[in-house]
């Protein structure tokens, strides 16, 4: 091989590993965008949770809701004969998903302190002694 064709390939080589290096900076830039953004929802969501918590807690022991109410939809597409349904979820941050009614008072409970749909308040009051 000639020189001047040894420094052809070894120039290519070095442009070669030139943009291999530029690909992988932009694609750690890349993965460090997409972590922030991640990092940036998971903050917005754990915002909101606090403020559910703060605005819907059991009656009966306190604990705050932990997790929103979600919605389901089904939506049909197509026409005629080639249809399909879409179940579409979305979260519902006006009323807790983890506290539950009480059929007695109405009031928001949790898991914890409701037995059959009524809280234990409710309970002590219809077996007469407090629970």
Same mark, same amino acid.
């Given at each position: 091989?000639?020189?001047?064709?040894?420094?052809?390939?070894?120039?290519?080589?070095?442009?070669?590993?030139?943009?291999?290096?530029?690909?992988?900076?932009?694609?750690?830039?890349?993965?460090?965008?997409?972590?922030?953004?991640?990092?940036?929802?998971?903050?917005?969501?754990?915002?909101?949770?606090?403020?559910?918590? *703060?605005?819907?807690? +059991?009656?009966? =022991?306190?604990?705050?809701?932990?997790?929103? /109410?979600?919605?389901?939809?089904? $939506?049909?597409?197509?026409?005629?004969?080639?249809?399909?349904?879409?179940?579409?979820?979305?979260?519902?941050?006006?009323?807790?998903?983890?506290?539950?009614?009480?059929?007695?008072? *109405?009031?928001?409970? +949790?898991?914890? =302190?409701?037995?059959?749909?009524?809280?234990? /308040?409710?309970?002590?009051?219809? $077996?007469?002694?407090?629970?």
């Amino acid at each position: 091989m000639s020189i001047w064709k040894g420094k052809v390939a070894l120039f290519k080589q070095q442009q070669q590993a030139i943009a291999t290096n530029q690909k992988d900076v932009e694609g750690v830039k890349l993965a460090e965008e997409q972590k922030a953004l991640l990092e940036k929802a998971k903050n917005e969501y754990e915002a909101k949770v606090r403020a559910l918590g *703060n605005t819907f807690h +059991c009656q009966c =022991c306190g604990k705050p809701a932990t997790k929103p /109410f979600v919605k389901v939809r089904q $939506i049909e597409h197509g026409m005629h004969d080639n249809t399909y349904t879409e179940t579409v979820y979305s979260d519902d941050w006006t009323r807790p998903g983890d506290l539950f009614e009480c059929k007695q008072c *109405n009031e928001l409970t +949790c898991a914890d =302190c409701l037995e059959d749909s009524i809280c234990k /308040f409710d309970w002590g009051k219809l $077996i007469g002694q407090p629970l």
